[in-house]
């Protein structure tokens, strides 16, 4: 069952923060996130493994909290190259990775 | 080193033909992934492979057979298409690791049928 991801669309203002939240019905291993330009494949940001560690890579960090299980990913000081739709991917078993339905995220002026 | 490729990148189909996708990558990676893209339903995993000659189902596989015969290839088949299954695939990849290892996305196949 595909994790459920919120909000669906958010619109931000160049220098604004945002939250993308990624939930699921199963127990989980892994959270993994990627952002997807128009046009592309999705692209590896992180990964947290359960522990409820938390990650950061540049501006862009996330949390994870296997006990509720959901993540969330967090924006700060968002920029023009954030825009993107982001999905959460989780693993139940080591093997099958699932993926959210998405969040299209736009960053204007 | 090209990582994950798909063929074709562009295909029109009428209801009814046949056709097969192909995944190659040259990672040497034990698992791959075929998924489908739709507007506003994310990516849905179609079937997935944890190594040679190993298929198992994801969340939407019907209409769809998968072949493993060879570890750097992963076949996407449809065997009567329907324009149900119009849309954008992906194959991904990943190592195995207990550190639950990224996956790796070709670029795509856009398939529309008619």
């Known amino acids: 069952q595909q994790p459920v991801q919120s909000p669906q669309a958010v619109i931000l203002r160049e220098g604004e923060d945002a939250v993308i939240n990624c939930s699921s019905s199963?127990?989980?291993?892994?959270v993994h996130w990627y952002r997807q330009k128009h046009g592309e494949a999705p692209v590896f940001l992180m990964i947290l493994l359960k522990g409820g560690e938390q990650k950061g890579h540049e501006k862009i960090s996330a949390s994870f909290n296997e006990k509720k299980q959901q993540s969330s990913l967090y924006l700060t000081a968002s920029q023009l190259s954030y825009s993107g739709t982001y999905f959460c991917?989780?693993?139940?078993?080591?093997?099958?990775?699932?993926f959210g339905t998405g969040t299209r995220l736009q960053v204007t002026l | 080193n090209a990582g994950v490729t798909q063929t074709p990148k562009f295909r029109v189909l009428k209801t009814g033909q046949s056709m097969t996708l192909l995944c190659a990558q040259d990672?040497?990676?034990?698992?791959m992934y075929w998924y489908r893209q739709d507007p506003g339903m994310g990516l849905r995993l179609i079937h997935y492979?944890?190594?040679?000659?190993?298929?198992a189902k994801g969340e939407v596989p019907d209409g769809y057979n998968v072949s493993r015969l060879k570890k750097q290839n992963f076949l996407l088949g449809l065997e009567s298409a329907a324009p149900s299954q119009t849309s954008v695939y992906f194959c991904?990849?990943?190592?195995?690791?207990?550190?639950?290892?990224?996956?790796?996305f070709g670029q795509g196949t856009r398939l529309t049928v008619v």
């Open positions: 199963k127990a989980l291993y892994s």
């Open positions: 492979s944890v190594g040679e000659g190993t298929t």
């Open positions: 991904a990849t990943r190592r195995t690791g207990t550190r639950h290892p990224e996956a790796f």
């Open positions: 990672m040497n990676h034990e698992y």
């Open positions: 991917g989780i693993t139940g078993t080591a093997s099958k990775l699932t």
